[in-house]
């Protein structure tokens, strides 16, 4: 996978969330000149480029519509999930998503199976789930194999 975009209603409002979410300078809103008509996309997107080269994309969700043909879902159906190596780290994440603007949902805990993790949603409802792994990062089974 390469890029996830998401359908946002306010994409400067987004951007500005995910930068400072993220820890991303410079990344801004472009394509404005690209505006949307009644049947036709507009260019308006921010994307960011992580550490690992994945890219994400915050897009208006008229233009995402008028771009896939599908009516998209008002509630989320799936989570972006964001591995750290420890608690404190989790902690520290949740900390800036909430001073970024997200919604916290309920209090983090631990999972039978040893992983910590808190839910928020970011302003257009999208949820994301961060998780301390004790063993650090994403889970082995979850890892490419050769």
Do not use: C
Request: hydrophobic share 40%; charged share 20%; no cysteine.
């Amino acid at each position: 996978m390469h890029a996830i975009t998401l359908a946002v209603a306010d994409v400067a409002r987004s951007a500005e969330f995910y930068r400072a979410l993220l820890g991303i300078d410079g990344s801004g809103v472009i394509g404005t000149e690209y505006p949307a008509t009644d049947t036709e996309a507009g260019g308006t997107t921010a994307m960011f480029t992580l550490d690992d080269g994945l890219i994400v994309s915050v897009y208006g969700r008229d233009d995402l519509a008028k771009d896939s043909g599908v009516a998209l879902a008002t509630a989320p159906s799936s989570t972006i999930g964001h591995f750290v190596e420890s608690q404190a780290d989790a902690e520290a994440f949740l900390e800036r998503a909430r001073a970024a603007g997200a919604t916290m949902l309920a209090p983090p805990y631990t999972r039978p199976w040893g992983m910590w993790s808190g839910f928020f949603r970011d302003p257009d409802g999208h949820l994301w789930e961060v998780v301390a792994n004790p063993g650090g990062g994403a889970p082995a089974d979850a890892r490419p194999t050769e």
